[in-house]
């Protein structure tokens, strides 16, 4: 029975933890880039941009290659945050022997 408890105490622990790092999350700023630099969109944990910049030199180009670096900026940009999480989230799990291939529903 007291690995029971010891189990639900760690799978609280772990709860508060994860909990902690979504958080932190939230607050995470990451830019993302697209043509050199030329297009640089700041977006936090939210998924929501707080900053589109874009280079005087971009704003004599055509109107599909503008539009064209601002989503790969984006995408970049998603994909930073993406892997900041996986990289803050995956060593919540690092001390528990879970079974292979489990995955928490969250």
Known sequence: MSDLNELMKQ???????MQEAQEEARHREVTGEAGAGMVRITMNGRYDARQ???S????????????DLIAAAIN??????????KDALGGLT??????EGFKFPF
Do not use: T
């Open 11 to 17: 799978a609280r622990q772990m709860q508060e933890k």
């Open 94 to 99: 690092s001390g528990l022997n879970l079974p």
């Open 56 to 67: 005087p030199d971009l704003l004599q180009e055509d109107k599909e290659i503008v539009e």
């Open 76 to 85: 970049d940009a998603v994909k930073k945050l993406e892997e900041e999480n």
């Open 52 to 54: 589109v910049s874009l």
